[in-house]
């Protein structure tokens, strides 16, 4: 698509930067009250909670200012506006705040397919469809139909991403995935598996996969590490 | 400067959506743990400290969502993302989080003149100073002498609001100010009273309105409302 590496650093930090400053946030006390993030304590722990809140703040903020600073040649200041929108509709109230939201106030009560799915398509899908897009939004060459794929299949890895950790949640390994397996359950947190079954559940993994990536047929050669993402997304055991 | 009133819709908008964001956050329990805000209950006594962060951060990011979708017929996207890296400067590390980190450092200790004038600058003077440079971002005419001319301006203002702030909590009057008056001394919070004293503390504030106007005789005619504002800064009573 006419991008070189170095277009795509800056993007790919500042969607780093978001998840960082996400999962700060979703530690603290009054979210999902963490100790331990990736075998490390969680920000609130290692300091206070004030810092955590304003390390979190800090990141969400870096994000912007990175991508409005970045200088990438192979990127104009049409497309770094367009960025900094799809990365602002992935954090926000439609994203990634609504998301978690959404989930705080599911806890411990029965919510069906419909609710579960609306949460995880903000909470994290939005960020995985940005990642997508914002590299998207560096192709100038790309045509309506092709983003429109290019979306679709962002929409439906998130997705598949979301229910392959769940299953991990049931089936996975506590020493592979450096989290307690189980964890969901026990907080009485929905899930795939709790709402689908088991086998349901993968099916419908399964056949987002396959959608994901005929989507990408359309792309030819172009897409073929997008491909090989989809199967990875499902194929996973951490 | 050739602009027209709706181009600064969306910047006024933006700095009040961060203002709004760094105010909630402020208020939490971990932060100064308020329960009013303009005689209303804070974000999360109204609702809860989840609800608080999150909509803190949903604050946030739809002030830079904003700014970057913004049509204004008269603002480039150059412009633009100039803004964008304004405000993101005035929010994060290097502006009000770095300040209110400093600020809850300092908070029951002993801290000298500079310490307290770093700490503003980044929590109340970064904002202040953002408002004016995000009108300046969009106005294309401007010269490198007439942006430095504003930048002084607002950071004088801006320290210059800080010092009344200290001085209306000595000699303020509670109604009229609509929170309790000794707030800072109760919580044995540095002030430039309680640093410079009283008498000193309104030279400086007076000194440093008085180098703003002179700072804006460059800009002549256009430049009187800001001209108005640095004497209402050290004016105001509430």
């Known amino acids: 698509m006419g991008l070189a590496a170095s277009d795509l650093d800056a993007p790919a930090a500042a969607v780093e930067l978001i998840h960082s400053y996400s999962l700060v946030h979703d530690d603290l006390p009054a979210m999902d009250d963490d100790d331990l ?23 969400q903020v870096l994000a912007f200012s990175l991508l409005a600073r970045d200088r990438a040649t192979g990127v104009s200041p049409e497309a770094r506006l367009k960025m900094i929108q799809i990365l602002a509709d992935a954090s926000g109230t439609e994203g990634m705040a609504g998301g978690q939201a959404l989930d705080l106030s599911a806890v411990g009560r029965q919510i069906n397919l419909e609710e579960l799915e609306a949460m995880h398509r903000l909470k994290t899908g939005a960020l995985i469809r940005a990642s997508v897009l914002l590299a998207a ?13 290019l979306d679709g299949y962002s929409q439906d ?3 598949a991403f979301q229910i392959q950790d769940d299953i991990l949640d049931v089936e ?15 907080r009485a947190k929905p899930t795939y598996p709790s709402v689908l079954g088991l086998s349901a559940a993968k099916t419908r993994a399964r056949e987002l996969q396959r959608r994901a990536s005929d989507r990408l047929l359309l ?8 491909t090989w993402l989809a199967a990875y997304v499902v194929d996973r055991r951490v």
């Open 37 to 59: 993030r990736r075998g490390q304590p969680t920000t609130h722990r290692a300091f206070d909670e004030a810092t955590a809140i304003l390390a979190g703040d800090a990141l």
């Open 137 to 149: 939004a560096c192709a100038p060459s790309l045509n309506a139909a092709e983003w429109d794929a």
């Open 157 to 159: 890895i998130g997705l």
């Open 172 to 186: 996975g390994n506590t020493e592979d995935l450096g989290k307690t397996i189980g964890a969901d359950a026990a």
């Open 219 to 226: 792309l030819g050669e172009r897409a073929k590490i997008l």
